[in-house]
């Protein structure tokens, strides 16, 4: 079964700081990955996906993401992390041909001055 | 061009109890999607329409769920009897199309408590 894995529930970075965050899935297939980010009071917005090509892809707010197949991870990163940032973040899987999207548990984002 | 609206953001109902969520998807999008989070875990599928028939409701957790797109816009959800496990966040989402090509574009979610 299709599942994805957000290893750390929550995560502490200073403001400025360099931030990455895991994500690691299972699909028998090649996956379609997301990720996307929930402000306080905000729906999921859409940051970043990967469906084939460059394994490196960047995102809306400097983000960018890396696919890693053998290590079936798909992580998330920031090189330096503004006060803005904070907030969850979701990794998804969809399905080729599909519609549904399996989501992790979410990242929470704590950014400290 | 307004985003995915969901009514009420917040609802507090005794266990029991009839509740009704909305949803209004972005003009145009076909698709529409139903998804919840429970405690604080990971956002489930619950069911996909496009216009007024059901795709897909593998995700509904019983009988106790009753989702509508009458005339293939707004869509309810309905959860009678509420129980206490229902709780979370219940988000709805629209796209043009169907499959992980088209965006799917998130409403706010309605948290609901039951009690």
């Known amino acids: 079964a299709q599942s994805v894995t957000q290893p750390d529930i929550h995560i502490t970075v200073s403001e400025g700081a360099s931030l990455e965050l895991r994500c690691n899935y299972s699909?028998?297939?090649?996956?379609?990955l997301f990720w996307y980010v929930q402000s306080p009071g905000q729906g999921l917005q859409l940051l970043l996906k990967?469906?084939?090509?460059?394994?490196l892809v960047q995102g809306i707010k400097g983000f960018e993401a890396e696919f890693k197949r053998s290590q079936s991870s798909f992580n998330l990163r920031k090189p330096s992390v503004h006060w803005s940032d904070a907030a969850e973040y979701f990794c998804?899987?969809?399905?080729?041909?599909?519609?549904?999207?399996?989501f992790g548990a979410g990242t929470r984002l704590f950014v400290k001055a | 061009e307004a985003g995915v609206t969901q009514f009420p953001s917040h609802s507090v109902i005794e266990k029991g109890q009839t509740v009704t969520l909305r949803c209004d998807p972005i003009?145009?999008?076909?698709?529409l999607y139903w998804y919840r989070r429970v405690m604080g875990k990971e956002i489930k599928f619950l069911l996909h329409?496009?216009?007024?028939?059901?795709?897909?409701e593998s995700g509904m957790p019983n009988n106790r769920f009753l989702a509508e797109r009458t005339g293939g816009t707004y869509s309810t959800l309905k959860v009678q009897p509420a129980e206490l496990e229902d709780s979370g966040v219940y988000f709805c989402?629209?796209?043009?199309?169907?499959?992980?090509?088209?965006?799917?574009?998130f409403g706010p979610g309605t948290r609901l408590t039951v009690t």
């Open positions: 989402a629209s796209s043009q199309g169907t499959g992980p090509f088209y965006e799917q574009y």
């Open positions: 998804a899987v969809g399905q080729a041909g599909g519609f549904k999207t399996i």
């Open positions: 990967y469906f084939s090509g460059d394994t």
């Open positions: 329409f496009v216009k007024e028939s059901k795709q897909d």
């Open positions: 003009s145009g999008h076909d698709n």
């Open positions: 699909y028998g297939a090649t996956p379609y």
